[in-house]
């Protein structure tokens, strides 16, 4: 990877929400949106151009008040209409589509998901990489 190129980073949030100690997890809205501003506020990979993307589904989704807001830039925020892994599956594969050499990490616990995403090219890391990066 060179230092010129954009490294997809998407964000299952669900999964990383769910990975968080005390019952964090527990307001579920709340839990994303805490999620949500962290990252807005933290580049994951200081060190390269980064692009990233969470994928919010079911209650998760009401940490969002006004879909087409711009709130969290430079995040990009994905409603899932149905299945969250559905969905990252989706925009993994339209990003490599796309740019067929582009780096692309995906953030899950989930083994289903990483099972799903691993074919398409993309490298797997669960939460704690992410939380890592954009916690102090």
């Known amino acids: 990877m060179t230092n010129d ?12 929400v769910g990975s968080r100690p005390n019952g964090w997890w527990r307001d579920r809205p709340g839990a994303a949106r805490r999620l949500l501003t962290q990252l807005s506020a ?7 151009p980064t692009e990233v993307l969470v994928v919010l589904e079911g209650a998760a989704k009401a940490a969002i008040t006004d879909p087409g807001a711009s709130e969290f830039e430079p995040l990009h925020v994905v409603m899932a209409p149905g299945s969250g892994d559905d969905e990252i599956v989706r925009v993994v594969a339209e990003a490599r589509a796309a740019q067929s050499n582009r780096p692309i990490t995906v953030v899950t616990a989930d083994r289903g998901l990483r099972d799903r995403v691993e074919p398409l090219g993309a490298t797997t890391v669960g939460p704690r990489w ?7």
Do not use: F, G, M, Y
Request: glycine content about 0%; cysteine-free; aromatic content about 0%.
């Open 5 to 16: 190129e954009v490294h997809l980073i998407v964000v299952d949030a669900a999964n990383v």
């Open 130 to 136: 992410l939380l890592d990066r954009i916690t102090q």
């Open 42 to 48: 933290a580049n994951p990979i200081p060190e390269h």
